[in-house]
């Protein structure tokens, strides 16, 4: 196993631990933190701040995935582009498919 595959795995799988080691760690603390502070004040800063940085860190990993997701789609969308053949420069010639003696038809003729 080389350095790069096992920095890959590291990456892999630190990330959604920290995520749910934070939400278990914030609900920990929702249980014990009353009954370890002096004041229901004191308790109730230190929960808002646990809850705080659960929730930073989820909004970031959302963000996150839709960054991710939006580029998977455009580099898809690059990739079919590439396969089709089409130079998106370069102007496609446009295929006339009625014969000049045929009207055109429009919404106000139906």
């Known amino acids: 196993m080389n350095l790069d595959r096992l920095a890959t795995f590291i990456g892999e799988i630190a990330r959604p631990s920290t995520l749910h080691l934070a939400g278990w760690s914030s609900a920990v603390a929702t249980v ?6 002096a004041s229901l ?30 580029a998977e789609v455009a580099a898809e969308a690059d990739v079919e582009i590439a396969r089709s053949g089409v130079d998106r420069r370069q102007p496609q010639p446009v295929e006339v498919v009625n014969r000049p003696d045929e009207p055109v038809p429009t919404r106000a003729a139906e």
């Not at 014990?32 to 502070?37: H, K, Q, S």
């Not at 940085?53 to 995935?65: I, P, R």
């Open 41 to 70: 004040s004191e308790g109730a800063v230190y929960i808002g701040a646990a809850w705080a940085g659960t929730a930073a860190l989820y909004t970031a990993k959302a963000w996150e995935q839709s960054r991710t997701r939006k």
């Open 32 to 37: 014990t933190i009353p009954f370890r502070t």
